[in-house]
């Protein structure tokens, strides 16, 4: 599903923190988002989800206005957000429950994934059992099975150590073969970007304007080009 933002701009508590912000997300591509700590990422996500409204501009999916409207999106934040006192398999669930799935249901379907998503055998853990790896594949499968063709993702490993994050980003790189999505993710670190992207926006600090971009596809495989198009982005960034 084709995901477009179009000349967003909003300002939040008197602060000017987006400037006319347009980005393109096609079907079952994945778009990458960097930019400086505060210059408005998170916030376009919560645009993009319906949470807060824009002052400017539109969103539009497969050529809907969705501007201001929640329940279209699947939106994985910082934070895992498991329920502590629910195992594993519930706490995936709980997407499909509010669908109005039984629950019975809803377990088979959600069981259904474990495997591929590296959960199986962990069904009756407790988020507190559980690596921070492991708690966010759970997140991702519940963020999944909310809604599949447009997931937001924002900067879902940034708590992981360095070794976990790699293999995190490494394993989310690889499962979207079989689970194709269309996907936004929010990042600050410039490897994640190029490892995992189809595409890069690169923002620019408060308020954020897209200040460059990059189509990573023509570079993959590149080792020269990817360490030009990597100084490129640092630059843009200092």
Same mark, same amino acid.
């Given at each position: 599903?084709? =995901?477009?933002?179009?000349d967003i701009?909003k300002?939040l508590d008197?602060i000017y923190?987006l400037?006319?912000?347009s980005?393109?997300?096609?079907d ?7 930019g ?13 989800s319906?949470?807060i ?6 969103? =539009?999916?497969?050529?809907?206005d ?9 939106y ?6 498991l329920?502590?006192?629910r195992n ?5 669930i709980?997407?499909?429950l ?12 959600a069981?259904?994934?474990f495997?591929?998503?590296? =959960? ?5 853990y407790?988020p ?22 447009i997931l937001?993702l ?6 992981l150590d ?18 194709p ?14 490892i ?10 408060r ?5 460059y ?6 570079i ?15 630059n843009?960034?200092m």
């Amino acid at each position: 599903m084709e =995901l477009e933002i179009q000349d967003i701009s909003k300002s939040l508590d008197r602060i000017y923190t987006l400037d006319k912000v347009s980005i393109q997300v096609k079907d079952q591509e994945f778009v990458a988002v960097l930019g400086p700590s505060g210059c408005g990422k998170s916030t376009l996500l919560n645009i993009v989800s319906g949470l807060i409204p824009p002052d400017q501009g539109r969103i =539009l999916i497969g050529g809907e206005d969705w501007t201001g409207r929640t329940g279209r999106v699947s939106y994985m934040q910082q934070n895992d957000l498991l329920l502590p006192s629910r195992n594993i398999l519930d706490n995936v669930i709980v997407p499909l429950l509010l669908k109005g799935i039984k629950k019975n249901r809803a377990r088979d379907v959600a069981h259904s994934f474990f495997a591929d998503f590296g =959960l199986e055998g962990f069904e009756g853990y407790y988020p507190d059992q559980l690596s921070g790896g492991m708690r966010q594949r759970a997140a991702l499968l519940r963020t999944y099975l909310f809604a599949s063709d447009i997931l937001l993702l924002d900067e879902p490993f940034v708590s992981l150590d360095a070794i976990t994050r790699r293999k995190m980003q490494l394993w989310l790189r690889d499962i979207r073969i079989n689970y194709p999505s269309s996907v936004l993710f929010v990042t600050h670190d410039i490897d994640e970007a190029l490892i995992l992207a189809d595409r890069v926006y690169v923002f620019s600090a408060r308020p954020a304007r897209v200040i460059y971009q990059l189509d990573v596809t023509a570079i993959r495989g590149d080792e020269h080009s990817y360490n030009s198009a990597k100084l490129e982005i640092l630059n843009k960034l200092m």
